[in-house]
């Protein structure tokens, strides 16, 4: 090699970066939202009050199911949780292959009607999905995570003073070494982060990525290889013989003695049949591992038929790490850690994109003009790093302003988010430059500060309403969101006063090319 082993690695870790970048930032930043999706759902439903789990919402789904649909072989009820969470049931008609699914009243159990939406939902699925078909969506993304992982490791090995030049910023000392500054300081700061986030992120859809072992072990029978990894149960045989549903209540309260916490999930198999089965699933913050942990009864007698959850060391490993990327186990404390050490890993992303452009802008400052390949990296930066932001606020928004009862409310939701973020493209294009940057960035400043006011306009659940009564799901929503909104403010501020200054150096230089 003519280069040197860091040299090389250099390269790997500029074109690594750069050609996903875009992919990257949307992903981090849509996962990093994804820590708080019970609450943005619970934010964006604000007709669903707060309730406290327990027995008696269960105990009020089954009989709401038993009165809808008695006829159904399988009932599954989603308690509420302390997080938001509402009361959920689905149920599948008989020879219907889909779930119907209501939200019921925790206090009455009988149906509520609610604003369709996706809520926190839309960010979830879209950081590994984008939106797509899902089998393409997780094969481009699966794509960018391993890039990311090859990014992080030769950067790694490219920066050997990265822990030295964490505590250097150097502001206004040539082109792009404030960047490169706040790039390696982002990079360390939530290293171990970076790393686990992105390795387990892979694991995650390891068995689409690589299914040739379980292809060859199991003939291609996936259910089996799901059943023996993680002790799925078979469906139970309906034996057509009428027998009444034991009490739930007591169920609920072995399960809780064993997990130290309420049931994230209750599965009903032939309700009302001698051959019920009534499946107990632990949830996921009980747990580090995302490994399902069940109880499974006798539906007509309540006897504890089997338990399970104790996996072999590969499928421990496994539910550990998926356990880690979705961070459900964390406490309120922590999983604010995560939602930093995320916003971090997308202010990463962002600032490597803007380092390559500012670089390049600076050697093509003597020829007057920009090559093509600059100008499609700078109005992807600003479309995607400042464009995103204000589409993600904007959803928020739409969930607001869309009249209550629009047919296909929930996507049209979507369709709003598109559509700024495609305006926010279309700027990028017809009007580059810093001050297009700090619109874009004071466009998403306003309407993250102004989101609380929103909510005390259309809804009775503002901050004046669900601080006193410690609704964190709507509280925790407006304040972030606002804070948010500072933080982004504060961006377009420096960039206004930036822009002039900017603007006069490059008439000095170009002044300097022309005297030459």
Known sequence: MRQGFRQCMSWLHIWSGLLVGWILFAVFLTGTASYFRNEISAWMRPELQAAAPGAEPVRLAIETLQRTAPNSPSW????????????????REPGARRFATAVLDPATGEPVRTRESLGGNFFYRFHFELHMAPLWGRWIVGFCAMMMLVAIISGIVTHRRIFA??????????????WLDAHNALGVLALPYHLMITYTGLITLMVMYMPWGIQAAYQGDRQAFVNDVFGTAALVKRANQPAPLTPIAPLLDEATRRWGGPPGRIDVQQPGDASAVIRMTRRDAESISANPQTLTFDGLRGTLLSASGEAAAAAATRGVAYGLHLGRFASPLLRGLFFLS????????????VLWAAKHRHRHARNGRAGFGLRLVEALNLATIAGLPTAMFGFLWANRLLPLHLADRAEWEVRCFFLIWA??????VLWPGLRSWAAQFGAAALLGLLLPVLNLLTTDRHLG?????????????DLVAAGLG???????????????ARQALRGARLARAEGA
């Open 342 to 353: 995320g916003l971090a890993g997308t202010a990463m992303v962002a600032t490597g994109l």
């Open 165 to 178: 030049d964490f505590f250097t910023f150097r502001p206004g000392k040539g082109a792009g070494r404030s």
């Open 76 to 91: 599954i009820i989603s308690p509420p949780d302390e997080r938001g969470g509402e009361l959920r049931v689905f149920w």
């Open 486 to 500: 500072l933080l982004l403010g504060y961006l377009a501020w420096r960039l206004v006063h930036r822009a002039p």
């Open 423 to 428: 305006l926010a493209g279309l700027q990028a």
């Open 465 to 477: 309403a669900s601080l006193p009564a410690g609704d964190w799901a709507m509280a925790g929503t």
